[in-house]
């Protein structure tokens, strides 16, 4: 089977085996494309459209005939249900990128999915393209470390830095691993604003040549930090050297 289907529900993990104990690779958001590769009792093996992530989810139904034309552009964006001509706010969101269609719309909200509703001012339309990738790393800033995350509520590294192109429908590989395998090494060895600096299993982005924006596991969440200190302090803690710099402008 290897049909295309969209994923329909806020957040689910991406789990490297059909299991609720296996450990999350990686997430997958609202609106996101991908084909099943393979049927497994409670739990489905799929290949992710964007950037061809191998994992699997649990299984239900998903969207098969959807065509993503808004997409949304804060961190969070609040759903809300519909309940006797009022709107009233659930505990549920949509995460930042996520794709949707509008089915019904009113004055302020837009109804996404049946009786899910989400305000105006939080999405743009698909093809928007965001050019400042500082812009978006910012808004990540303080939010929860989390390994495989890729929202506010939990982020890793190599999903801070993909988020950027995923937003822009830009293809960009999501683990670090593959990320310095893809990135054209930087010539040069003067540090500048946008430079991705990657370490083995860790990467970042410089604000500017002085400040350094990454999800950093010992500090359990997205931090700026003095782009020199970093790299002693890494070398320091994990015995970990540069491995290679490049620039998001390349891509």
Not at 6 to 17: M, P, T, V
Not at 70 to 94: D, G
Not at 104 to 121: G, T
Not at 168 to 196: H, M, W
Request: with cysteine.
């Amino acid at each position: 089977m290897k049909n295309n289907f969209f994923y329909n529900f806020s957040l689910g993990n991406i789990n490297a085996k059909p299991s609720n104990n296996s450990e999350t690779l990686s997430q997958i958001l609202y609106g996101e494309k991908f084909k099943v590769l393979k049927n497994q009792k409670n739990w489905v093996k799929i290949k992710t459209n964007f950037d061809n992530y191998i994992g699997y989810i649990k299984k239900n139904y998903f969207y098969k005939n959807f065509k993503p034309t808004f997409k949304i552009k804060k961190t969070k964006s609040r759903i809300f249900i519909k309940k006797k001509n009022k709107f009233l706010p659930t505990k549920n969101y949509l995460f930042f990128a996520s794709g949707i269609s509008v089915l019904n719309k009113n004055k302020r909200l837009i109804e996404f999915k049946k009786d899910r509703w989400i305000k105006k001012s939080d999405i743009v339309k698909i093809d928007h393209l965001e050019k400042d990738y500082l812009k978006i790393m910012k808004l990540f800033k303080s939010s929860k470390y989390l390994w495989g995350g890729k929202t506010s509520d939990g982020i890793d590294c190599s999903a801070l830095i993909q988020i950027y192109f995923y937003y822009n429908r830009i293809f960009f590989p999501r683990d670090t691993k593959d990320q310095i395998k893809f990135c054209k090494r930087k010539k040069g060895k003067n540090l500048s604003k946008g430079d991705i600096i990657f370490w083995k299993g860790h990467v970042g982005i410089c604000l500017s040549k002085s400040k350094f924006i990454h999800a950093y596991g010992p500090k359990k969440k997205v931090v700026v930090m003095p782009t020199k200190q970093t790299i002693q302090l890494i070398d320091k803690t994990a015995n970990l050297k540069v491995k290679k710099v490049s620039n998001i402008g390349n891509y």
